[in-house]
């Protein structure tokens, strides 16, 4: 037995010792420097690094060269020997490439985000806004023109929408669900700002301006072109647009009226004389620019005080957008509307003009526009017993009603839906029927007494 130990304790030397000497001539298993002073020291954060990376080396070579089911005492074999002495020599395969499929998962994934980029800009609303007005006016000009976005497009900005919509499936598609979502009401607001056609228009022309048509006019007017006008249409909203066409000279019955003669530019030339070419060319001024802040400043300080004070005042006077007709209440007997502003006539008698410092005026005219050329106290509006509304002109500039001059000093009589134009600025004359004829009746009751 002790023979038997001795002579296989013998060969495991002699394999050990054969194994040392292979790995040494093949220069896998490096030499090992060992000292006996044992220094103890922290690792700066580049060695940790270093020393991270050669372990994970190492257990990367260790994995690949050893088997896992083989022990430490088993005697390898000959053909485990090579596997063994070639393992190190063969390089580590490099990390396998990704996937074909999440390529395109990763591409495909791009393309929504550009989809929704580019509707993010455009909201529902608009696109519903795009299509009634093209299927109204059948132009992209006059939609641009016309048409109030919610952002403020170019014109190739609303050609390039308006084709992806019709011939871009995938914006298309999104769109449609988008407007799909819209609340009813919400749709119903922007059927009511659908532009007007010509064919609408063309009906509305025939109105005569010098005629005094109610709410039941446009109503009958409806009911006889049903296919002519777009189905949101009401009476109120065409005779609002009746009234817009007769501001500015549109009927069939109205002429335009020429230029008045006197300090406007009557042709090219003239206007070319009285441009000044070193006002063209003035450089960037950083103290004119100061004031014009400083001057803004004030204005919006002194109109906000204005706003506080509108309870106290006889005329009030209300921003509006677009041209909705006003809504009398029991205290204002008649409205003058412009573009801008409207006026209401809660007394008796007011007067017109350019309010100053010095001047206080019952409605201020530059509100609606330039009014450098209006007269501090240009005219006054009256109403007398019999409920009829007169203007006089008391100013320089003649003032113009319905086409008619109304010189200095001279006084006309104002009917419904009047045209007052003075000094380039036209506002609308609007009479609460209602309440004139109930001051008319009280009149007629006292007349006899």
């Known amino acids: 037995m002790a023979s038997g130990t001795a002579s296989r304790s013998e060969d495991e030397e002699s394999l050990a010792g054969q194994k040392r000497a292979s790995s040494q001539a093949l220069g896998t298993i490096p030499k090992r420097r060992s000292s006996s002073r044992f220094i103890k020291r922290k690792k700066f954060d580049d060695e940790l690094v270093e020393s991270s990376l050669a372990k994970s080396s190492t257990r990367a070579k260790g994995a690949s060269g050893v088997e896992p089911g083989r022990c430490s005492g088993s005697e390898p074999s000959s053909s485990e020997k090579k596997k063994v002495s070639k393992a190190p020599s063969t390089p580590v395969p490099p990390s396998p490439a990704p996937a074909p499929g999440l390529t395109k998962r990763v591409k495909k994934s791009k393309q929504p985000l550009q989809v929704t980029k580019d509707l993010g800009r455009w909201k529902p609303a608009d696109d519903l806004l795009l299509i009634n007005a093209v299927l109204q006016t059948n132009d992209l000009t006059s939609v641009h023109l016309g048409v109030k976005f919610s952002c403020r497009f170019t014109l190739r900005e609303v050609q390039e929408r308006w084709y ?92 335009v009226q020429p230029l008045p003669k006197g300090d406007q530019v009557l042709n090219f030339s003239d206007a070319e004389d009285l441009i000044d070419d070193s006002k063209l060319k003035d450089m960037r001024d950083e103290v004119l620019e100061h004031e014009l802040t400083v001057a803004d400043r004030r204005q919006k300080r002194e109109i906000r005080q204005l706003e506080q004070e509108l309870h106290k005042w006889q005329v009030l006077v209300d921003s509006i957008t677009g041209m909705s007709s006003p809504d009398f209440d029991n205290q204002t007997l008649a409205v003058l509307r412009g573009r801008m502003v409207r006026y209401l006539m809660r007394s008796r008698e007011i007067t017109l003009g350019r309010a100053t410092k010095d001047n206080q005026i019952d409605v201020d005219l530059s509100l609606e526009g330039p009014a450098w050329k209006i007269s501090r106290k240009q005219g006054i509006i009256k109403l007398k017993n019999n409920g009829d509304f007169f ?10 009603i319905d086409g008619r001059p109304v010189l200095c000093g001279s006084k006309w009589r104002l009917s419904n839906n009047s045209v007052v134009e003075i000094a380039s600025l036209r506002f609308v004359f609007l009479i609460n029927q209602d309440l004139i004829a109930l001051i008319r009746a009280e009149a007629a009751k006292i007349t006899p007494q």
């Open 164 to 255: 992806a919509l019709l011939y871009d499936p995938v914006i298309s598609k999104l769109a449609c669900q988008a407007m799909r979502q819209l609340h009813p009401e919400a749709i119903a607001a922007i059927q009511s700002k659908a532009l007007f056609s010509k064919a609408e228009e063309q009906l509305l022309s025939k109105v005569g301006s010098t005629s005094q048509p109610t709410l039941e006019t446009f109503q009958d007017l409806l009911h006889r072109h049903p296919d002519a006008f777009y189905l949101a249409r009401t009476a109120k909203a065409l005779q609002a647009h009746w009234q817009l066409m007769k501001q500015y000279y549109l009927l069939e019955d109205q002429t």
């Open 391 to 400: 203007i006089a002109n008391e100013g320089r500039r003649p003032i113009y």
